[in-house]
């Protein structure tokens, strides 16, 4: 008899659970108009002084996510006030040319964007870039004429090859290790250390965050690239990038677009090193709310896997009303309530290294969008440009 009762009150519990998570999922509209005013009433709770909101996609090839994403970034512009936005986009070039032609075309020149940087344009949100990855048209034309200029308005002695050396790296960042070669590159890493320890250049932070972060491009691009050390030395500049945005500009509120990868709160094994979301909450306690969607109908993906999925009690997709419509989980209610959800792992569709991991506890609120599509361009022979996610 105990042991029925014992049996009976675990069925009931786990039941009583499940019922709590229902209620912490949430229907949306079609794309068209995302959110609910009951779902903007959980972020109008949610958001409550948090200076930067996180908006993740599971690809940078999945349009649909960015579709759904536009539309948070209507709710935040109109509704909460947020004028600024940074990408996942060159750190440098956009901190002078604040122009969407600087992001990677999967955004500036997608389908899906357009209607998002018309709306960006018509509410003066100014667009900014936290990547380390120097890899825009302004830096490109820009990085070297400008270090020069500071050098010299500083009247900062470096060796007389550092600037050639620069120019020769910004035009070539992808072979670099090919068109430099090991010992000037380690070099230029040296002289950027160097200029890291000048005085005057200590005095300018915000050279110093940008010699910073060209140091970590470098390294990328040369000494790490290979043995895949490169994904940490990037979280890591980004975290420290954004947060140089953020405390340089305390009277502004962020929007962060970015991959889902990169936006996690905390850090995970499998991505070789600590998130740039994970680093960022550590540099930031208690600033920010992390967003991540992901698309669940894709040209890619079979119905009988979604099914099977869905039929999978340790897939995320087993929580969900229905997978043929869009849903926003309240993933920070649920483990508030339940806080031993924090540490339960699912299978997930939201493109971390590893899909199988702790999501209520990595972001905020988890949004599923039904109807996936991939990134369309207006001239099919459009050929984006590629960024590690």
């Not at 667009?127 to 830096?139: C, E, K, L, P, V």
């Amino acid at each position: 008899m105990k042991k029925t009762t014992v049996i009976l009150f675990i069925v009931f519990g786990l039941n009583s659970i499940l019922a709590q998570i229902e209620k912490s999922i949430h229907e949306l509209n079609s794309l068209e108009n995302l959110l609910t005013k009951e779902v903007k009433e959980i972020l109008d709770t949610n958001l409550t002084n948090k200076k930067v909101v996180f908006l993740g996609e599971s690809g940078h090839h999945v349009g649909s996510d960015f579709l759904a994403k536009t539309e948070f970034v209507k709710y935040l512009v109109l509704e909460k006030a947020y004028k600024d936005i940074a990408f996942e986009a060159d750190f440098f070039g956009l901190y002078f040319d604040h122009n969407k032609m600087n992001l990677y075309s999967f955004w500036s020149q997608s389908v899906q964007c357009k209607n998002l940087f018309e709306f960006l344009n018509e509410h003066n949100v100014t667009i900014w870039g936290f990547d380390n990855q120097m890899g825009s048209g302004y830096t490109w034309n820009n990085f070297t004429i400008k270090l020069t200029e500071f050098l010299k308005e500083n009247a900062i002695n470096i060796n007389e090859n550092f600037i050639d050396l620069t120019e020769n790296y910004i035009k070539n960042r992808r072979k670099a290790n090919k068109v430099l070669g090991k010992s000037k590159l380690g070099k230029l890493v040296s002289d950027v250390d160097e200029l890291l320890e000048n005085d005057k250049v200590k005095k300018d932070k915000l050279w110093t965050q940008f010699l910073i972060s060209y140091k970590s491009d470098i390294l990328i691009n040369s000494t790490h690239k290979s043995s895949k050390k490169g994904i940490p030395i990037r979280d890591s500049q980004m975290a420290s990038n954004l947060d140089f945005l953020i405390k340089t500009m305390p009277e502004k509120k962020f929007i962060v677009w970015l991959a889902n990868a990169h936006m996690a709160k905390y850090k995970y094994d499998f991505m070789r090193g600590e998130t740039m979301g994970g680093q960022f909450v550590e540099l930031n306690p208690d600033i920010s709310y992390h967003i991540a969607i992901s698309s669940i109908n894709m040209p890619y993906r079979k119905h009988k896997w979604i099914e099977k999925s869905r039929n999978d009690k340790k897939n995320l997709l087993h929580f969900l009303p229905s997978t043929e419509k869009n849903y926003f989980v309240d993933s920070k209610k649920i483990i508030n309530e339940n806080p031993e959800y924090s540490e339960m792992k699912y299978e997930g569709m939201f493109n971390l290294a590893n899909n199988k991991t702790n999501w209520f506890r990595h972001f905020d609120s988890l949004v599923f969008i039904s109807k996936g599509e991939r990134v369309k361009y207006p001239k099919q022979d459009t050929v984006a440009n590629t960024a590690i996610n």
